[in-house]
């Protein structure tokens, strides 16, 4: 089993950022494939980027490319979603989770554990 918790959500200006962290219980976190997916209201999750297992390889979707940077901490057994330059179509809730893979994985059904989301707001 993996719990997972995020935050660093909240309230930004468009153009500002913020730093989503997932903290991740468990001695295997550093097994996972690790994911950050967000859903606004009225649609469906959606995939925001990926990290494999050591963090070699990591995906993003074309909307934050170049915005987002998705890194982990296997030490500290954390995962963050740095935000950069961030739109009113960013807001969402945005979860966190963990898939029993070492490779990138972008589809939902892909993941085995989710955190409970922590909501971004962005202002116009």
């Known amino acids: 089993q993996v719990q997972l918790v995020e935050s660093g959500g909240g309230l930004v200006q468009a153009g500002g950022s913020l730093r989503l962290s997932c903290a991740a219980s468990?001695?295997?976190?550093?097994?996972?494939?690790m994911g950050w997916f967000r859903q606004a209201p009225g649609k469906e999750r959606e995939f925001v980027a990926t990290i494999s297992w050591r963090g070699g390889s990591t995906y993003l979707a074309d909307s934050v490319k170049g915005r987002f940077t998705i890194s982990r901490d296997n030490a500290k057994n954390t995962v963050y979603l740095q935000m950069n330059s961030l739109k009113p179509e960013d807001t969402a809730v945005y979860y966190c989770a963990a898939a029993s893979v070492r490779t990138i994985v972008v589809d939902t059904t892909g993941y085995d554990y989710w955190g409970q989301g922590t909501q971004v707001t962005v202002s116009s």
């Open positions: 468990g001695r295997t976190f550093s097994s996972y494939a």
